[in-house]
């Protein structure tokens, strides 16, 4: 008697490969080994504060504070983890909502920023920990099973089906995870063909690999799908930095390759400014980690 086939959606191996081979295929892929670590997000950091202070930052902590309130994720006694933390965009308004936040970020300069925004903010009940989550032992930090929420919102840490799995397993209530699905920012591609060559590849669309595999795992998430459209006023050394630190992970940034982005960014300047379109799908999944 031939063996059923399982039906696609239940097919955990499949969609953990076709995650992988996505992330490969990414702008993630083509990414240096050596631009890829913890140095690039300590040289990201004060830049990372600056553009995510905004009003466009503010309006995404409303919306991710909202959708854990639609799903019952906010309560005074939770106990929470955030991974990729950043500098607190997430962790501080969480803090003053809940008893404890765990605040997990590699780079030490993001964390920097955290503790002086906590300090300003008089936030005590936040727990700075510098640490990849590649690097965390749930049993030695004793985080097994520990929060009511994990968060990794817009983080690197969750990659594979192992980073995800750990997630999972330092949860005893719900998970909640976002990431973009799709991002275009005006002039990247131009600049990418001009100083690397050919089609500059997407962003890995991890969120929906995530969708799936969760399903196919006994997990019923939650996903809901935000488009974004926004233009941004930049001074011409704003625009030039986020040119820069785009570019950084793929390139050397030499004295020609400078020159170029700054001959890009002066010749479109309106009225002397960079006009920086935005177009992004956000990917929001939540999910309780109690199967039955």
């Given at each position: 008697?031939?063996?059923?086939e399982?039906?696609l959606?239940?097919?955990a ?28 997000w ?5 830049h ?22 639609h799903h019952?994720?906010?309560d ?10 950043g500098?607190?965009?997430?962790a ?9 936040v765990?605040?997990?970020?590699p780079a030490?300069e993001?964390?920097t ?59 005893r ?13 005006s ?20 969120v929906?690999y ?7 795992w ?17 001074e011409?050394?704003?625009a030039?930095e ?18 170029a982005i700054?001959d ?11 006009l ?15 199967l039955?």
């Amino acid at each position: 008697m031939e063996s059923m086939e399982l039906p696609l959606f239940e097919r955990a191996d499949f969609w953990e490969e076709a995650w992988q081979e996505e992330r490969r295929q990414s702008l993630y892929g083509r990414r240096r080994p050596d631009r890829d670590g913890t140095g690039y997000w300590n040289r990201r950091a004060s830049h990372f504060a600056h553009q995510t202070g905004g009003e466009e930052g503010k309006q995404r902590v409303a919306q991710v504070l909202h959708w854990l309130g639609h799903h019952g994720g906010l309560d005074r006694d939770l106990e929470i983890l955030d991974i990729g933390c950043g500098t607190g965009n997430y962790a501080l308004p969480l803090a003053r909502r809940a008893r404890r936040v765990v605040a997990l970020d590699p780079a030490e300069e993001m964390l920097t920023i955290l503790k002086e925004r906590a300090g300003e903010e008089g936030i005590t009940n936040i727990e700075p920990v510098q640490m990849t989550w590649e690097e965390v032992d749930l049993d030695k930090q004793g985080w097994r099973g520990s929060f009511d929420l994990v968060l990794a919102l817009m983080s690197p840490g969750i990659k594979d089906a192992a980073t995800l799995r750990k997630m999972i397993a330092a949860s005893r209530g719900a998970c909640f995870l976002a990431g973009h699905v799709r991002q275009e920012i005006s002039g990247r591609k131009e600049l990418w063909q001009q100083l690397i060559g050919g089609e500059m590849p997407g962003i890995a669309a991890d969120v929906l690999y995530i969708f799936h595999l969760l399903y196919a795992w006994g997990y019923n998430p939650s996903l809901e799908l935000e488009q974004r459209v926004s233009t941004r006023e930049l001074e011409p050394d704003q625009a030039i930095e986020e040119m820069e630190i785009f570019l950084y992970p793929h390139l050397e940034l030499t004295p020609a390759v400078r020159r170029a982005i700054v001959d890009y960014v002066q010749g479109h300047l309106v009225n002397g400014r960079y006009l920086s379109r935005r177009e992004m799908t956000a990917g929001y999944l939540f999910w309780s980690v109690n199967l039955h």
